[in-house]
C-alpha cells in the first residue's frame, strides 16, 4: 500500500469547514483513499473514501486530485465533537485487509 | 443495533502473565480483527478472523493468538506478558470482501502489565 503524508495537527474555528489534506504521491491506479477519525478515549470510526471521483457523504466531503497525488477531507461546517485524530490511509482492494494506520493529524476545533 | 462490544474495559496483569480480551461484533459482520495502539501512536493490526479461522497477520509474535466463535463473537490471547504489551487494544468487526475495509471499531480494552 502506498505511504500517506499528513500534517501532524491543524485547528479549525467552529462551524468553519475543517480542510484535512493528505499526499500519497505513490499511489497506484487501483488504490483507494479511505479517510478514519479516532476522537479522544474511542476506536476509530470509519468516514469516507474514494477511488478517483470527489464522493460526499452525510459526514464528510473527499476529493481527491486528478492526478491522485493527494487528497483533502472536508468536513463542511466542524463542531467541538470533530476534534479527533484524522487518518487517510491508502488501500488496495483485494490485498492484505489489514488498515494500515499511520500518525494521522491532530484537528482541534476551536470555540 | 448494538455496535462492536468489548470486555473487560480495563485490566491489570503482571508480568509473564497470560490475559483473554473478548469481542462481540456489530449485528451482521461476521469478520472480526484485532488492532494494538500505544500510547500516543497509531493503532497496528494484529490478526484477522473470519470463519472462524484466522485469515491475515500482522507482524506479532505468536504470543498473540486468536480465536473466533460461530456466533462470529473473537478473544485474543496473550501469553507470557512483557511491559511492553501494555496498550489499547481495539477490536474492528466488519463484513467480508470489498467491504472489509469499512471496519467498526469497539471502545477498546486498555490493558496494563505490571
Known amino acids: 500500500d502506498a505511504k500517506t503524508t499528513q500534517p501532524t495537527s491543524m485547528d479549525c474555528a467552529e462551524g468553519r469547514a475543517a480542510n484535512l489534506p493528505c499526499n500519497h504521491s505513490t499511489i497506484s491506479g487501483n488504490e483507494y483513499v479511505y479517510w478514519y477519525r479516532q476522537i479522544h478515549s474511542q476506536g476509530p470510526q470509519y468516514i469516507i473514501h474514494g477511488l478517483k471521483n470527489n464522493e460526499t457523504n452525510e459526514m464528510a466531503s473527499l476529493i481527491i486530485t486528478e492526478d491522485r497525488k493527494s487528497s483533502t477531507l472536508i468536513l463542511p461546517h466542524a463542531t467541538l465533537r470533530d476534534t479527533a485524530v484524522y487518518y487517510c490511509i491508502v488501500i488496495l482492494l483485494g490485498s492484505a485487509r489489514q488498515l494500515t494506520f499511520g500518525s494521522g493529524t491532530q484537528l482541534t476545533v476551536l470555540p | 443495533d448494538a455496535g462492536v462490544t468489548q470486555s473487560p474495559t480495563h485490566l491489570i496483569k503482571t508480568r509473564g502473565q497470560q490475559v483473554t480480551l473478548r469481542c462481540s461484533p456489530k449485528?451482521?459482520?461476521?469478520?472480526v480483527s484485532w488492532y494494538q495502539q500505544a500510547l500516543g501512536q497509531g493503532p497496528q493490526f494484529i490478526f484477522q478472523y473470519y470463519e472462524e479461522e484466522e485469515r491475515q497477520r500482522g507482524n506479532f509474535p505468536d504470543r498473540f493468538s486468536g480465536h473466533q466463535f460461530p456466533n462470529y463473537s473473537s478473544e485474543l490471547n496473550v501469553n507470557a506478558l512483557l511491559l511492553g504489551d501494555s496498550a489499547l487494544y481495539l477490536c474492528?468487526?466488519?463484513?467480508?470482501?470489498?467491504?472489509?475495509?469499512?471496519?467498526?471499531f469497539g471502545p477498546g480494552t486498555r490493558l496494563t502489565v505490571t
Open positions: 449485528s451482521g459482520h461476521d469478520t
Open positions: 474492528a468487526s466488519s463484513l467480508p470482501g470489498t467491504y472489509s475495509y469499512e471496519q467498526y
